[in-house]
């Protein structure tokens, strides 16, 4: 069933969901206000950017043009109905297609930074699911693989443009790797925590395409009190 409510954080955006399908979460506005953007920023990529909430967040803190691409028809319909419901159409453009397909017909060098809320798992001969699933596709390397995110980010970053994931803490020994396989030198890293005293959960990752080495690991973030509210520290992120 759709249904439309208010982004979180930001009251003045509207975004479609789908209660049956897979709903946007707090990675999707950790993002959005964790990547470097600047005065030049002409050309943002969000990839699998299913109802479009990055580029909705984006929209509100650059003057870029943002392009989501989405294989999945029924969250790019959603998404270009969030884009219209909030008057966007100017700065953002939704393409339904797979970002395997888009990337090779799209100009190199082209983006001052790519977005990516990837799929997190990866698929083992023990991973048991449909493979048509909207959560599956949503969530496992099933169409997309984490390599072939760099080896497209490689393509269509400017050199020294920016690329920016959210994943999850376990993966953060594959992601550098692969970053460097690519040549896209990671910068900076924050951790997300559910609350003291516990895991974290959620991995923020930057990197620069052919950037100079130098990594600095951001204070950590805690998101959630005790009670299960949302902490000052993320109320203000939003902000």
Do not use: W
Not at 137 to 144: C, K, M, S, T
Request: aromatic residues 8%; proline residues 5%.
């Amino acid at each position: 069933m759709k249904v439309t409510n208010y982004l979180l954080g930001y009251k003045n955006i509207k975004i479609v969901q789908d209660n049956q399908m897979f709903n946007f979460s707090l990675d999707s506005v950790l993002l959005p206000n964790f990547i470097t953007i600047n005065e030049s920023t002409k050309n943002i990529l969000d990839i699998g950017t299913g109802n479009a909430p990055i580029p909705l967040i984006l929209s509100q803190k650059t003057n870029a043009h943002i392009t989501g691409v989405e294989i999945q028809k029924e969250a790019y319909d959603m998404a270009i109905e969030s884009v219209k419901l909030n008057n966007l159409e100017n700065k953002i453009t939704i393409i339904n297609d797979d970002v395997k397909h888009f990337y090779k017909t799209s100009p190199t060098d082209f983006y001052d930074i790519i977005t990516c809320n990837p799929p997190y798992f990866e698929v083992k001969e023990s991973s048991k699911f449909n493979k048509n699933d909207y959560k599956t596709i949503a969530r496992h390397e099933v169409n997309l693989k984490l390599e072939d995110i760099l080896k497209i980010a490689k393509k269509l970053l400017k050199n020294g443009g920016t690329l920016g994931l959210v994943h999850r803490p376990e993966r953060l020994i594959d992601i550098l790797t692969i970053m460097r396989k690519y040549n896209i030198e990671p910068k900076k890293i924050m951790l997300i925590y559910p609350g003291k005293n516990k895991e974290a959960n959620i991995l923020l990752v930057e990197g620069k395409k052919n950037g100079k080495k130098g990594l600095k690991i951001l204070p950590p973030l805690y998101s959630h009190n005790e009670d299960g509210s949302y902490t000052e520290e993320i109320k203000k992120y939003f902000k």
